[in-house]
């Protein structure tokens, strides 16, 4: 089976930067996706990771270390609009090919 | 515009009686999926389907089924069985599910209410 931990909740201030941790669990791995959701919205893809090392796409930033299990996304000069729920999820390169999603983070910007 | 739509947006069932969700994209892609999400909580698989007529179980198929009798189309119907069926209903498609990214792209969401 597969599972995800992430932190359920984090706030921070307009202009800071945060990350976002995530650990996860899976027989076979192929790669570390992000996802935003606002509030009675649909997810949207923001980042994916198969190897290790940190890709940036503008101010967001996605790492991965497989000898870990472990990745994070970094968002950089806060907005109010990044205040959302964001997910990481891992698809299995065994199996299935589907995504399994983490419980979310829910993100609070603060002016 | 291409894209993924979903329909209704808001459902309200009596108990007891089946219903189904409508799910209809236009990206060409192959792969389409359905997810239920809970207040609070992450996304659950419930069905995924990599090509037409054949589809898969994911972690929480049962009270569901599905069909996948054209590409563009993945219609969820959530039974009498489902015990718990209140919840917000996301469907999702990707290129081919076997792609490197396997980026999904989702639907507005249905938010299913059982009275």
């Known amino acids: 089976g597969q599972s995800l931990e992430q932190p359920s909740e984090v706030t921070a201030v307009e202009g800071a930067i945060v990350q976002i941790n995530c650990t996860y669990q899976?027989?076979?791995?192929?790669?570390l996706s992000w996802y935003q959701q606002h509030d009675g919205g649909a997810p949207t893809f923001l980042s994916y990771?198969?190897?290790?090392g940190l890709e940036e796409t503008g101010r967001f930033s996605s790492f991965l270390s497989r000898s870990d299990s472990y990745g994070y996304l970094l968002l950089q000069e806060l907005q109010m609009k990044d205040s959302a729920s964001y997910f990481c999820?891992?698809?299995?390169?065994?199996?299935?090919?589907?995504?399994?999603f983490g419980s979310g983070t829910r993100l609070q910007v603060q002016p | 515009d291409g894209g993924i739509t979903q329909s209704p947006k808001y459902l309200f069932r009596k108990e007891g009686q089946n219903v189904t969700l409508s799910c209809e994209q236009n990206?060409?892609?192959?792969?389409m999926y359905w997810y239920r999400q809970d207040p609070g909580q992450g996304l659950r698989l419930i069905y995924y389907?990599?090509?037409?007529?054949?589809?898969q179980k994911g972690d929480i198929a049962e009270g569901y089924s599905v069909s996948r009798e054209k590409k563009e189309s993945f219609p969820l119907t959530v039974t009498s069985a489902q015990k718990n069926p209140t919840a917000f209903y996301l469907c999702?498609?990707?290129?081919?599910?076997?792609?490197?990214?396997?980026?999904?792209?989702f639907g507005p969401g249905t938010r299913l209410t059982v009275l």
């Open positions: 999702a498609s990707s290129e081919d599910g076997s792609g490197r990214t396997d980026t999904q792209y």
């Open positions: 899976t027989s076979g791995f192929y790669g």
């Open positions: 990771n198969a190897l290790d």
């Open positions: 999820a891992v698809r299995s390169d065994t199996g299935r090919r589907a995504l399994t």
């Open positions: 990206l060409n892609h192959d792969a």
């Open positions: 389907s990599q090509i037409v007529n054949d589809f």
